[in-house]
């Protein structure tokens, strides 16, 4: 009984893996119905990201095993993954109080590859919206998702954690630095910068206002930044590798299920020889990762940014423990809810019981009623924290 969590993250499953479970909305959706048609399971929520891809249920069920096993099994139905024999090595399960504790670390960036990120915030609450418009949530997934961000929230206003923090997408842009030397006088091309991901490579690279920056397009979609920014070329989608040639960085974000950029198709193109970077952001991945056969190129993918996250994540040790401080008051908060939640029954039931006493024998012989039937009902332990917390 209570909340239980399934995880495919980058803690312990490759790029391979992750991108089996990379999910769209219609399959989240998809996804989150199934489990609630079980008996077993009453709420779902279905978190699905590049690095991580997670259910999230409320069941009355008191077999956990039987819960995970439906869980397990609908996640590697909806992934196509069922004959994957190795698949068990890369699936983490949570319940009660790790649970709680997981939901708390994820919406705050404390389980992030790059420590305090601010993305996965808003994921959260996406994946949230989605389950609450398929009509999979109810009073203790809501309570539980809305503790999380709003604990996520007095993290943010309450330490340093985000603002000493770099996001993939800033890490992108420092893999090509450091491949290059610096982006001065660069060439780069972002292909998907009308989404998330690509559309913060794009103010950030736009930001240091030294590379030359072409961006794709398609469907004639107007191409905005968060403050107006408009220094760049527009491209269309279609037209992408003949500009290959040209291009000193490839950034691609996209939640394309194809490759935007095949390996054979990127060698037709490149006619001069010189350092060409390719860094693929997206899950399933974007660009061919044969493309490191190329003279010249260096290619770098999700997975590739594990060491740049660890050095940033060690200067932030400070702070993530701050972080952890408030997130455990949240925790307990929830904790309490959770029982005082599933306690009204009984409630309902002494109040009822109390009221039955008071009209027949008064309020003095309800009172001695109702003490006599706590002392009869519980344990010494139980029993003393009952009368501590009268006595406050």
Not at 156 to 175: G, M, Q, W
């Amino acid at each position: 009984m209570g909340i239980q969590i399934i995880s495919i993250s980058h803690k312990i499953a490759p790029l391979r893996i992750r991108e089996m479970f990379a999910f769209t909305e219609e399959q989240q959706k998809d996804m989150m119905r199934k489990m609630t048609e079980y008996l077993e399971v009453s709420e779902c929520v279905v978190l699905s990201t590049c690095n991580r891809t997670e259910m999230y249920v409320y069941s009355e069920s008191e077999s956990v095993g039987v819960v995970y096993n439906l869980m397990e099994d609908v996640l590697l139905q909806c992934a196509g993954a069922e004959e994957e024999e190795d698949i068990g090595n890369y699936l983490l399960f949570f319940h009660g109080k790790k649970a709680i504790q997981h939901l708390f670390q994820v919406a705050a960036g404390l389980d992030s590859m790059v420590i305090g990120e601010d993305q996965i915030l808003g994921q959260v609450k996406t994946a949230h919206q989605q389950a609450r418009a398929a009509g999979t949530t109810g009073v203790y997934l809501n309570t539980f998702f809305r503790m999380a961000v709003t604990s996520a929230k007095k993290v943010k206003t309450d330490t340093d954690l985000s603002r000493t923090s770099v996001s993939t997408a800033t890490l992108a842009i420092k893999v090509a630095e450091e491949a290059l030397g610096t982006l001065r006088d660069k060439k780069v091309m972002i292909i998907g910068a009308t989404g998330k991901i690509g559309g913060i490579v794009l103010m950030n690279i736009l930001s240091l206002d030294e590379a030359e920056v072409y961006v794709t397009t398609r469907s004639n979609k107007v191409i905005s930044t968060k403050h107006g920014q408009n220094n760049f070329l527009t491209i269309e989608y279609e037209d992408r590798y003949d500009y290959i040639d040209a291009m000193d960085v490839v950034i691609s974000a996209t939640s394309s299920p194809h490759y935007t950029l095949t390996s054979s198709k990127i060698r037709k193109s490149i006619r001069t020889e010189k350092p060409r970077v390719f860094v693929d952001l997206a899950v399933p991945m974007d660009i061919e990762s044969k493309v490191t056969a190329i003279n010249g190129v260096a290619y770098y993918n999700i997975d590739d940014f594990t060491r740049i996250a660890k050095e940033n994540n060690q200067k932030k040790l400070r702070e993530a423990q701050a972080a952890t401080s408030i997130l455990e008051e949240y925790e307990l908060q929830f904790e309490q809810w959770m029982v005082f939640q599933k306690s009204l029954p009984i409630m309902a039931k002494v109040r009822d019981n109390f009221m039955k006493v008071t009209e027949h024998k008064g309020v003095e012989k309800a009172f001695d009623h109702l003490f006599y039937w706590v002392r009869e009902n519980n344990d010494p332990e139980d029993l003393e924290m009952f009368f501590r917390c009268l006595n406050h």
